[in-house]
């Protein structure tokens, strides 16, 4: 990689290569094929012309980011098929992701738009003209005629200088797919976690549904034992109030899931009044079948779409200060017409009727208000910035990869502890249960046990659902290697 102190006019990089598809290579087969081939072999420059132009004005569109670059494939280690459905929708229909496509495929044509200009123009013009030209001897001119002249111009890259701009442009090229290949994998990233966290919220709403079913017995009870004087009000109050809170907490529940369908409706490109046909799997089910490594490799950090984007960034710049130094120097020109006319005497398009003229030459500013080397210092400038990005971008990187490997660490711990702390309350809640069915403790205070069970539940299923969660955090910091 570059780095600041490099002399930004030493690298030369390797030039544009251009493929030649199946239409061009038959063309040239029957090129050769024909009488004309000794001249065609020896026009080898305007061969290569030719193919080119072909080349660019018969390529397809072709942009999208590589599919297999993205790794779906480890979401299906989840043992869920509705989450890899839902995966390959968001990568077919999203429409930002498309969006990122469709920016690719513009600089893709500013390639082509950016090689175009190292290629000779061609162009033609019919004019009319009228003059009045005094009578000299035998020479006579006719004084209302038609022009057409033939022009071809080409700027001499001696120096490479629109080559390297074409360079530049591919630079950005690069950036944009990597660039394009990032917004995939946050994409693919968000998808999963918005459905892993309306698993959780299915779970969650069936508890809660529980509690309060356990809350309106309870409460149903009190109301006997106010009505017979048992306890007072204070006590029955507290139970209307329990019973309230759940409600709300299941109402919180509801909502929450509700936009977490239209969220991923929206994710996939569906719309979001289809979220009641939505199928999805059972958080019970829903376990990772791989192995999270411990660590992870260096070389897979660098490899991230953004840290290469930003490695991308900077060697465009180093280019674009190359570019600038070369506009110091001269430009170098070949202009060619060829002018057929109707004032002199002879047919249109005879040689007596035509003018012909060849001109070459090189062109110097000698004063240009300073605006050269004011472009010099701000691409200096843009490489300075970019070059602390790029290192940003790599500490960013480390921290994020080296987060997420935390996060699954100490939450898996979390996860296994609630699981202890669950079974605990499961055998309080047996024993409970006994001693309802003996007789020795009341049905209300065997349904406030099971109450506090339920929500020994519904922390196993927030731990379960956070360090699942992480996994997909890890995905999209390392760049979609797992």
Not at 24 to 36: A, C, G, P, R, S
Not at 58 to 85: G, I, W
Not at 187 to 203: C, K, M
Request: net charge neutral; proline share 2%.
């Amino acid at each position: 990689m570059p780095y600041a102190g490099d002399d930004c006019t030493g690298e030369q990089l390797s030039p544009l290569t251009i493929e030649k598809n199946g239409f061009i290579q038959e063309d040239i087969k029957i090129i050769k094929n024909n009488i004309f081939t000794p001249y065609f072999t020896e026009m080898t420059l305007l061969k290569k012309i030719i193919l080119t132009a072909l080349v660019i004005c018969f390529s397809q569109t072709v942009y999208a980011v590589c599919k297999s670059e993205l790794n779906p494939e480890f979401f299906k280690r989840f043992n869920d098929e509705c989450l890899y459905q839902y995966i390959n929708e968001a990568i077919e229909n999203n429409h930002d992701a498309k969006q990122a496509s469709h920016r690719v495929e513009q600089y893709r044509q500013q390639v082509k738009y950016s090689f175009s200009k190292e290629l000779p123009t061609f162009n033609v013009a019919a004019n009319y003209l009228g003059v009045k030209v005094p009578l000299l001897d035998n020479f006579e001119l006719k004084q209302n005629a038609f022009i057409l002249p033939f022009i071809a111009n080409y700027e001499a890259d001696f120096l490479l200088k629109n080559r390297d701009k074409t360079r530049s442009e591919k630079k950005s090229y690069e950036a944009s797919k990597l660039e394009e290949k990032s917004v995939y994998l946050s994409l693919l990233s968000d998808v999963a976690v918005v459905y892993t966290n309306i698993l959780e919220y299915d779970e969650l709403i069936k508890l809660a549904c529980e509690k309060v079913a356990i809350l309106e017995d309870i409460l149903k009870r009190d109301t006997k034992k106010f009505n017979r004087g048992i306890i007072g009000t204070s006590e029955i109050n507290t139970s209307a109030k329990n019973l309230e809170i759940a409600k709300n907490e299941l109402e919180n529940y509801q909502k929450q899931q509700e936009i977490l369908l239209m969220q991923l409706a929206v994710l996939t490109g569906n719309s979001p009044s289809e979220v009641d046909d939505f199928s999805r799997g059972n958080l019970g089910e829903f376990e990772y079948q791989g192995k999270i490594p411990d660590e992870i490799s260096s070389d897979v950090i660098f490899s991230r779409p953004d840290v290469m984007q930003a490695e991308t960034n900077l060697e465009k710049a180093k280019i674009d200060i190359r570019v600038a130094r070369k506009e110091f120097l001269p430009t170098f020109n070949i202009t060619g017409v060829w002018i057929f006319n109707t004032i002199a005497r002879g047919s249109f398009f005879s040689w007596e009727s035509s003018l012909a003229a060849i001109l070459a030459g090189a062109r110097q500013d000698i004063f240009a208000g300073g605006r050269k080397i004011a472009n010099l210092r701000l691409q200096k400038a843009k490489y300075a910035e970019l070059f602390e990005k790029y290192k940003q971008t790599d500490l960013t990187a480390v921290k994020e990869v080296n987060t997420a490997l935390c996060l699954i660490k100490h939450d898996t711990k979390i996860d296994n502890n609630t699981l202890q702390k669950l079974q605990y309350e499961f055998k309080n809640l047996e024993n409970s249960r006994r001693k309802y069915a003996q007789g020795t403790i009341s049905a209300p205070e065997y349904l406030n046990n099971l109450s506090k069970f339920i929500d020994i539940q519904k922390e196993a299923v927030q731990s379960k659902n956070q360090r699942l969660v992480n996994y997909f955090t890890l995905y999209k910091a390392v760049g979609g290697r797992l």
